[in-house]
Structure formats: C-alpha cells, structure tokens
C-alpha cells in the first residue's frame, strides 16, 4: 500500500449512533456444539456431563457375568476381559460412541452416539456386530441404563424443550423404542440460579433392583450445584423425594448395587477432587471409598457386588480401573493389544527437523478426528456446519508423535501460535503400512526479539474437566502453542478450588522459555469478575461474593475492596470476559450490577480483557470505547479462560493472548509493569504495530493545539486472512484498505486530529477461520494516547451513559436484601456515590 495513502472517516461518534464498523461481523457462522442444550453457560455441562472424546476411557459396563468390560476410548466402544491385555474394538464411526450398557441377557449393548448434530441411542447386537438406531431425533439423549428385566431403560435427554429431563421406554425384541415417556416434572423453581437453569433440571438415572425406583441427581429447590440424589418411581406421574442435598458438578453418576443396600457414586464433598463414595438408598451416612487428589468418576457395580469399574485421571489423563469391595485392591484394565474393527495403517508425524511442540489435528473424510492413544485429546466448542461434520479436534505434540487410523485420506494441519504459518498436508494412509510425515513450520514474525513477551492473563488450569492438569503439563501445552508466560487464576468451580493447594507466584516448573504463574480470579454473581495478577502473598478468600442463598450471599465484598486487598499485595487488578451484549442503563428490564465502570472511576483498574471468553467482541470493544472517551487510560489486556483440563473448550491455552513490550527478559513483574502502562495489543492470531509521530503504545502525543495531521505507522501480518484492518480514533472507525492475501499490510497514515482522545489499531475477520478456535480472527492494540493544548479527553455523552450507568448499580445494591449488615451497605453505596460525582464531573469538563 502507498505509504501516503489517505484513510476514510466515519460519519459519527461512537456515543452518539451504532457504528457500522463496530457492529458484529455479519458473516459469523459459527454455533455452538449441540445448541439444542438450552441451558445457561452450556459450556459447563458440555464438558462435565455431556461425554467427549478422549484417547483413554470414558465410561465402562460390566458383562452379565462379570468377566468382562465394554468402554468407550477414542471415540468408539472397545471390550475387554478383566486382567487380559486384549481390546477388540466394537464400534468405529461414523460418529462417536459413548456410555455403553450391558443388557441383562447379554446379548445387547445400549449406548449414546454423537452425529448428525445430535446425540442419539443406539442398540449393539454383540453376536453379529449389527447396529441400530433406537431413539434418534435432534435431541441429546445420554445415560441409557437398562432396567432388571431387560425390557426397558432409562436415560437423559433433551427431548423436552431442550431442557435436561429423565425419561423411560421400552424396548422391543426386535430393538424398536416404544412408550417413551418423560418421567421428570418440568417444573419452574423460582429461584435465582446464576449458573443453572430456573427449570428445576434431572441427570443420571440408575434402577432399583426391583425395576421399581429410579435414584436420579437433580438441583431441585436448590439455587447452587447441579443437584443433590431424589428417588422416585420410575413412572410418569411419581412423586421424587430428596434422599441426600449434596453438590458434585454433574458427576455424581449414582450406581445402585443389585444386593439392593449400597449406591456407589462420585463427589467432592469438601474437597477439591471427585473420589468414589458409599450411601445407602436412603442417601444417609456417606463413606469415602477411594482417596487421592485427582477425579474418580462414573463408578459401576460388578453384578456380585464385589467390584467396582471406574475412569480416573490419576495420571493426569483418563484410565480405567476396577477396585475390589473389601479389601480396596486397584486393577488398571489397560489395552496394550488393540484389535480394529476396520483395516488400519499408521501416521508417523514430525514436526520440525529437531522436535518442535506444536498443535496438531487430524481429520478424516468423514469428518471425525483421531490423535495418538497416549495424547490428551480436545476439541472446539462450536463449529461452521457448512465447513465440517465435527467440531475441530486437536492434541498437543512434542515433536514427534504416532498415529493408528482407519485406511483412507487425512488432512494433516499443524500450528504454534500466531508467530508461525499454518502447514496443511493431505496423506494417505494404507491398509498395514507406515505413512511419514514431516512439517517444518515457518515463522511469520518473531516479536521476541524485538522485546515483545506473549502472555495468556486467564487460564485456569483444573476446573472439573476429564483430565489432571500439572503446572509441567500446562508449561508444555503453553510451549506448543509458543505461549511465553500463563497466568493460571485459582477460582472456585461450585464449591470446590482445584488448584488451591498451588501457592502464588512463579511456579518451579516454569523455563527460561515458559512461566507459569498461580494467581487468582475473584467470582461474584453481582459485580463482574476480576483477574488478580501478581498476588505475593496468599488468595483471597473467600473466593467469591453474591452467592444468593448461601452464606456468602451479601454483596460484600465489592470488587472495589477486592481491588484495596489485591493491590496491597503488590497485584494488577482487571475486568475479564467483560461484556457479551450491550449494557444498556435505560433498559429496565435486564438487570445491571456490573460494577466495572465505578471501579475504572474509583482508580481500581489496571487493565481490561479487551480480547476473552465473550460471545460479542464489539460489545466488549464498545465500552472500553466509551471508558477511554471519559479520560480513563485503561490498557488492553487478555486471557482465553481456558479450562486447560477440558477435553472441549473454546479454545486451547493462549488462544487469546496479550503481547506486551517488556524488552527481552521474560519475568512476570516486568511484564506486568509494562501492561500497566499499556505497552500491548492483544490478539487471537492477527499480529499488529502502531506508533503515532513515533510514539508507541500506551505512550502521550503531546500537541500544542488542534492540527491538520498526524502520522501513524501501520504494520499488519497475520497467520489468516483479515477482512477488515481498522483506525479507531475516539470512537470513529477508519477502514484501511487490504490487498493481496489480506494477511500483511506496512504503511503511514496521516490522521486528523481536532481534539485530546486516543487512536487503536484493530483487525478482525467476518467469520471463524481454523486453527483461530474463537468466534472470528481478532486483534487489536492498547491506545496510543493524544493530548492537544494540554486538555484532557473528555465526552459529555459518554460521561452522561455510565452516570446512568453506577445509578443503576445503586439502586440495584440499595435493594438487595442480602447485605450482613446496614454498615456494609452503606460503605459500598458511599462507594458508588463517589464514582457517580466522578462522571458528573468529567462530564461537566467537556467541551
């Protein structure tokens, strides 16, 4: 591009009218994974209730004779005789196969299969290897337990309104679902749940030996946790009652013992680890079963009753287990001897001439995805239909990696970051040989030398996903994705705090290469969430405020007091995954607690998630817009909210990064003073640069008064393509014209300056464009701040939008009956009293 290219304005201001270039790409096709789950934050339940892929097992049923298991492992059902090594493989696609149960008479497998968008039950003849559909449909239908007597079952579904209930049918002789019945009321409970539905939800079926009961888990009359154990009839029309209220994050997965006296299933109960414990049908006097600070989950009764299979992730990934009752001796039932279904060759992959870690996905034609048996598998949590079957699956490599896979043709596409070109191969694999494959990545920039440090500022490394994640695994998957430092924030998941036990501060498994730092997120139901970074000392606890219904139900803490005790451990304290729509003051309808912008006022925030885990980017973009306006220098920080132990995510460990100027030595304080003071840009793949008359970001062109121009350095280069290269200048959008392959843009622009204000350079895509797993490429830098005749930024309208804005917030907290005391709510109402006078007053300063 001429570098005197001149660049358009828009007609308006960001405070007054929608922008057209600050509206969400109209060409974003990308939905979430199975939307036909109409529950809130999907994402939870996705990944700890609904199955996924993984290399190792994931859920295990005995045969009738209790010699042998059939499990679920990469995605299809495999069956095993205890304390033999061999695995024969039952089931291979078209899609992915889960949560097998044996019939009574043996003769047939009941299991819930992911295609077609949907989750639909299935039916194995296990003498002929026939496979049938039995209840299909676009639901979500999980869980299938058979009944004693063989004649029906019992499972999970969507099938109503899309909302989780327990349902039965019967099954025929000839394998056809009969009198399908929802069992479960659908009934609206009334109750202020943040992360959970207001319709009461109902999981995880298992049959009283009689045929008659059903124990279920449901969050009925509760406004926290996925639900305590009820029993009922399992009949239309039965009454549940509650036997035992206790929380466990969607695994708790009852087992009813055939001798009828013992229900084996999986719970946290004030701890921080799932583990195997016993109650009787009644839910009275629980005993812990197995002990150790990992998960054990979906546990399965022998039929004598002496045995119990079970998935642990010990190892950090997921393995199979049998545990003998008495006598706790542990058997791991592994597959060192795997006979395929299907003819299979194998996939030697090497990346780099000397092994380099890097993302790898493998994709056949049919869509599904493969990984090699030892890795940890994961997978996108949405995908473009008109592009793929399956969402997106992936695995970390160090260098050098082994795949077996059904003969055929396979798309081979390697990455590491933003600073490397994406390599794609097509190979094909024969039937019994051996197909190599070797990559070397070429970079694309290497900001590092030139004093630039990558960071993800929100990960959060064990948050009740299928895996065990350790600060080496964590260093090794920021590693293949060229990730310099990860800031992993402690924070609870319902009641429980995974990585409590990891005190704050550099981690000893970080590198010269790779820091992993403990830090905290701070969880309220009311104000908005803040990330903590550089904690010295200790977390705060607790971890969290506004949790109606329990203890901690008050309002207080504010986030502006967790900001004073944040900060005087020597801490950055920033707004993460800010804003997913508009707020709107005006709107009385929505409520509006967030407390973001009487904190910005207060002087409490270092930083901004201007790039996180949000459904509308510009919605985030639009507010920090408006901050910046007031006069506030907020830099742009970022952080993917990553749950590095989740087998499906948005996205793996530093997909959303920040890039911050610190000069050559990686160390977390210089990183965190160089954010401070807003030498970054943020990004998900797009690479950017701006200098303004020379200045760099987060820097202060000084000008005497208005001027015609000023000149502004441009450097774009990206690993996808762009569609728009964008100029924000108070508020006004600039569109820069791209050419060639959108990817790299070097040019200078003048830029007419009237007032004090600040400019950014943005880049963004209309759609999602692989390996970028976020809603579509992204980036865009901190400001370059502009100060003409000395006067500060001000906007009357944007001052007059968050005075609305903290009234709301006020009269929101002056109603809410749950503060401890009248002192603690006139503290923070004081508080905001404070912020407000501060609005009115920039505001009264503009022009």
Not at 672 to 697: H, I, M, Q, W, Y
Request: charged share 25%; hydrophobic share 35%; with cysteine.
């Amino acid at each position: 591009m001429n570098a005197s290219a001149r660049f358009r304005l828009s007609a308006s201001l960001l405070g007054s009218t929608l922008l057209a270039g600050l509206a969400a790409p109209a060409a974003a096709q990308r939905a979430p994974v199975l939307p036909q789950v109409k529950v809130r934050h999907p994402y939870y339940c996705r990944e700890m209730f609904i199955p996924q892929v993984t290399s190792g097992p994931s859920a295990a049923a005995w045969s009738p004779d209790g010699t042998e298991l059939i499990y679920s492992m990469q995605g299809s059902l495999w069956r095993q005789r205890i304390g033999q090594p061999d695995a024969r493989q039952l089931t291979d696609g078209p899609g992915y196969d889960y949560q097998p149960d044996w019939s009574p008479d043996g003769r047939r497998l009941v299991y819930a299969s992911y295609r077609d968008d949907a989750v639909e039950l299935r039916l194995l003849d296990l003498e002929t290897g026939a496979e049938t559909r039995l209840l299909g449909g676009a639901a979500v239908s999980l869980e299938p337990r058979w009944s004693p007597d063989g004649a029906r079952i019992a499972f999970t579904s969507t099938l109503h309104e899309g909302r989780w209930h327990v349902f039965t049918a019967q099954v025929t002789p000839d394998g056809r679902a009969e009198r399908v019945a929802r069992i479960t009321e659908d009934r609206e409970s009334g109750l202020a749940r943040y992360y959970y539905n207001s319709v009461d939800h109902y999981l995880s079926p298992t049959w009283s030996p009689d045929g008659r009961e059903l124990i279920v888990v449901s969050n009925r009359g509760h406004v926290w946790g996925s639900g305590g154990f009820w029993r009922m009839p399992a009949r239309v029309g039965g009454a549940p009652r509650e036997i035992r209220d206790e929380e466990t994050t969607w695994k708790g997965r009852p087992d009813w013992s055939r001798d009828g006296k013992r229900v084996v299933y999986s719970s946290y109960l004030g701890r921080q680890w799932h583990q195997l414990w016993l109650m009787t049908p009644d839910g009275t006097n629980p005993l812990q079963l197995t002990y150790g600070d990992f998960d054990a989950t979906t546990p399965r009764w022998s039929p004598d009753g002496r045995r119990i299979a079970y998935v642990s992730n010990e190892g950090g990934n997921t393995s199979l287990w049998v545990v003998e009752i008495p006598g706790g001796r542990r058997v791991l039932v592994r597959a060192d001897r795997r006979t395929y279904r299907s003819p299979v060759g194998r996939l030697r992959l090497a990346v780099g001439a000397v092994p380099t870690p890097a993302r790898v996905s493998v994709t056949g034609d049919d869509g599904r995805s493969f990984a090699p048996d030892l890795a940890w598998r994961h997978a996108d949590d949405g995908f473009d239909r008109r592009e793929r079957r399956f969402e997106y699956g992936y695995f970390h490599t160090s260098g050098r990696d082994e795949l077996t896979l059904p003969a055929g043709r396979y798309t081979v596409e390697v990455s590491r970051g933003p600073e490397f070109r994406v390599e794609r191969r097509t190979v094909e694999v024969q039937p019994g040989a051996v197909s190599t494959l070797r990559i070397v990545l070429r970079p694309l920039s290497d900001l590092a030398a030139r004093g630039w440090r990558s960071a993800d500022l929100h990960v959060h490394m064990n948050y009740g996903g299928a895996y065990r994640n350790t600060p080496r695994r964590l260093a090794f998957q920021a590693s293949a994705e060229d990730l310099d430092l990860v800031e992993n924030l402690i924070v609870n998941k319902e009641g429980r705090i995974p990585d409590i036990a990891y005190p704050v501060g550099r981690d000893p498994a970080s590198t010269a290469r790779t820091l992993i730092v403990h830090d905290q997120e701070f969880h309220t139901s009311v104000w908005g969430h803040l990330g903590l970074l550089g904690l010295r000392e200790r977390v705060l606890l607790p971890g969290y405020s506004g949790y109606a219904g329990t203890a901690v139900a008050s309002l207080t803490p504010s986030n502006a007091e967790i900001a004073d005790l944040a900060r005087a451990q020597g801490a950055l304290v920033g707004y993460v995954h800010p804003f997913d729509s508009d707020p709107n003051p005006a709107d009385t309808a929505r409520p509006l607690t967030a407390e973001f912008p009487a904190d910005v006022a207060l002087g409490k925030v270092d930083y901004y998630e201007a790039l996180g885990f949000v459904d509308d980017l510009m919605a985030t973009a639009r507010v920090w817009y408006r901050i910046l306006n007031c006069g506030f220098r907020l830099p742009a920080g970022a952080g993917t909210d990553a749950m590095a132990n989740f087998a499906s995510l948005r996205g793996p460990v530093g997909m959303n990064r920040v890039y911050v100027r610190t000069g050559v030595v990686l160390d977390q304080r210089r990183l965190l003073d160089s954010l401070k003071a807003g030498r970054s840009f943020v990004t998900n793949g797009p690479l950017l640069e701006l200098t303004v008359e020379g200045r760099g970001l987060g820097e202060d062109v000084q000008l005497a008064d208005a001027t015609t121009a000023v000149a502004a350095r441009i450097r774009l280069r990206s690993n996808v393509p762009v569609d728009h290269l964008e100029l924000v200048q108070n508020g006004e959008v600039s569109e820069i014209p791209l050419g060639g392959d959108r990817r790299s843009v070097d040019t200078t622009l003048r830029v007419p300056v009237s007032r004090s204000g600040w400019v950014i350079l943005r880049a963004r895509s209309d759609r999602a464009i692989y390996p970028v797993l976020d809603l579509y490429p992204y980036a865009t830098t901190s400001p370059v701040y502009l100060t003409v005749g000395g006067r500060p930024a001000r906007s009357r309208e944007d001052a007059a939008y968050f005075v609305a804005w903290v009234e709301r917030v006020r009269a929101a907290a002056a109603a809410s009956p749950d503060w401890n005391t009248t002192a603690e709510r006139d503290t923070v109402l004081g508080e905001l009293g404070v912020a407000r006078a501060e609005f009115i007053r920039r505001g009264e300063q503009a022009d």
